[in-house]
Antibody, heavy 118, light 108 residues
Framework: EVQLVESGGGLVQPGGSLRLSCVAS????????MSWVRQAPGKGLEWVAN????????YYVDSVKGRFTVSRDNAKNSLYLEMNNLRAEDTAVYYC???????????WGQGTQVTFSS | SYVLTQPPSVSVAPGKTARLTCGGN??????VHWYQQKAGQAPVVVIF???DRPSGIPERFSGSNSGNTATLTISRVEAGDEADYYC???????????FGGGTKLTVL
């Protein structure tokens, strides 16, 4: 059974940092693109970043470029999102999802909440 | 950047057909995926590559893509279909994933 389990969310202050993690199981992690997708409270889905199988190609939505870094450790079946210089508009549930290239997002985690604290 | 436009809401009576649209410039040249998201849950893909249906998704769900509009059709709508629906494409010009703004389907 495919499982994606996110962790690392929490309360953050202006300009703060967080590192989100996603542990995958039930499939060959190194064989798939992986992505982060977020959803602000009451809003729609927004793709944040994706990373190809060996981690060399990475792409980001413009609003997070230069602040967020996506990475992966195939030996640990893990996907990461390093978030720096956080802003109020980054408040959202962050989902880890399988694929994010031409193929659909066929598996999603349950999400981890990032909340901005003033 | 590529933009996908969805109507914010669609209402339909039980047993009727719901047609949810997703507009984009020449969208027929792209593969469109559709997701259903129920309150408090992660999204689930219901149609992929325009019209393919994952195992476990009822045949009542179908998709099409032509010109500047992709359409998710839900036949014989049930109360359990009430959810937010999102279309999504991969923009290979920018290597970015794009979601539509979502449509809230209300079953009357």
């Amino acid at each position: 059974e495919v499982q994606l389990v996110e962790s690392g969310g929490g309360l953050v202050q202006p300009g703060g940092s967080l590192r989100l993690s996603c542990v995958a199981s039930g499939f060959t992690f190194s064989g798939y693109w992986m992505s982060w997708v977020r959803q602000a409270p009451g809003k729609g889905l927004e793709w944040v970043a994706n990373i190809e199988q060996d981690g060399r190609e990475k792409y980001y939505v413009d609003s997070v470029k230069g602040r967020f870094t996506v990475s992966r450790d195939n030996a640990k079946n893990s996907l990461y999102l390093e978030m720096n210089n956080l802003r109020a508009e980054d408040t959202a549930v962050y989902y880890c999802a399988r694929d994010g290239g031409l193929s659909p997002f066929d598996y999603w985690g349950q999400g981890t909440q990032v909340t901005f604290s003033s | 950047s590529y933009v996908l436009t969805q109507p914010p809401s669609v209402s339909v009576a039980p047993g009727k057909t719901a047609r949810l649209t997703c507009g984009g410039n020449n969208i027929e040249t792209k593969s469109v995926h559709w997701y259903q998201q129920k309150a408090g849950q992660a999204p689930v893909v219901v149609i992929f590559y325009d019209s393919d249906r994952p195992s476990g998704i009822p045949e009542r769900f179908s998709g099409s893509n032509s010109g500047n509009t992709a359409t998710l059709t839900i036949s014989r709508v049930e109360a359990g279909d009430e959810a937010d629906y999102y279309c999504q494409v991969y923009n290979n010009t920018s290597d970015h994933v794009v979601f539509g703004g979502g449509t809230k389907l209300t079953v009357l």
